[in-house]
């Protein structure tokens, strides 16, 4: 027979439980719209940085000879060395959410390695850098703090490594990885392969603009551009995340509630079924003893 107390403590404990995760669930909810708000925004701004870079790229490949000489347009003919930057949570409870990042990245790992590059990995947020040391891999660069608090300017800073690594010819790509937001109960892995910049593969509206450039001029804009591109880029892949992290929190904290809510039912059905047997058995015992006295 169960034990009254033991199944009494656990429908406690199971209860605290719920308590915790149904205020996390509200939490995560509160700060999913904020992030959500924001991330919205900010993809407005990449958008039409996005739009202008090709819209000024596309002009100066149609008058100039030769087209975009450009080191950040150039396709190299042999990958060499990849800079591998990927963006997980710095906390957990949220699901697969780093997993499935994590995942992602180890599949860019043995494709660009079964083709004879090395790959160098730069993790931003806790879960991602323990997860790689502890499989033994060497991270050339790692900052916690910034994924659950993105701000644009220490995002540009940890980017400008691998921009100037890539301008001297020391690394030939660098692709951005992160967890992406997009809707409530969604999200999405996204890969952005930040350089060489591929202007034919911007997903933008169609140019209506009636911008009008000197040659020189259109690559000196160019050139001013690019670096806004790339630090917005990494600066809305870190909002993305982070509203991605709130989304699966909520999902992840809002199913613990539902078990939890399913466990103390099951509970206290056992609960119930065992003090009904020990009446039984109580009154048994009591009926026994007064036909023994008989």
């Known amino acids: 027979m169960a034990n009254l107390k033991d199944i009494k403590r656990k429908i406690g404990s199971v209860k605290n439980t719920q308590k915790t995760t149904r205020a996390m669930k509200l939490v995560s909810t509160a700060k999913l719209r904020r992030a959500e708000e924001v991330a919205k925004r900010s993809k407005f701004f990449e958008n039409a940085i996005n739009d202008t870079l090709a819209e000024i790229a596309s ?11 450009s080191r950040y347009f150039i396709e190299p003919e042999a990958i060499g060395v990849v800079d591998l930057i990927f963006i997980t949570a710095d906390k957990g409870l949220c699901g697969g959410f780093n997993y499935q990042t994590i995942k992602r990245v180890r599949n860019i790992i043995e494709e660009y390695e079964a083709k004879g590059a090395k ?4 993790a931003i947020g806790k879960k991602g850098i323990e997860f790689f040391k502890f499989q033994g891999y060497e991270l050339a660069e790692s900052v916690v703090g910034l994924s659950s608090a993105p701000e644009y300017k220490k995002a540009a800073e940890f980017i400008q490594a691998s921009v100037q690594d890539y301008l001297e010819e020391k690394i030939d790509k660098v692709i951005l990885v992160h967890n992406g937001y997009k809707n409530m109960i969604t999200q999405e892995i996204k890969q952005v392969n930040l350089l060489p910049i591929d202007i034919d593969g911007f997903e933008t509206k169609e140019i209506t603009s009636q911008l009008e450039l000197e040659p020189d001029e259109g690559e000196k804009v160019l050139e001013s551009l690019i670096n806004k591109y790339i630090e917005f880029n990494i600066y809305f892949a870190l909002i993305d995340s982070l509203a991605a992290e709130h989304s699966a929190r909520m999902q992840a904290m809002d199913a613990a509630t539902k078990n939890a809510k399913e466990m103390v039912e099951s509970l206290t059905i056992s609960y119930n079924k065992a003090r009904q047997e020990s009446i039984t058995t109580e009154l048994t015992e009591i009926i026994s003893g007064m036909e023994a006295m008989k």
């Open 59 to 69: 002009s100066i490949k149609t008058y100039k000879v030769g087209g975009i000489k």
């Open 119 to 122: 790959v160098r990995l730069k």
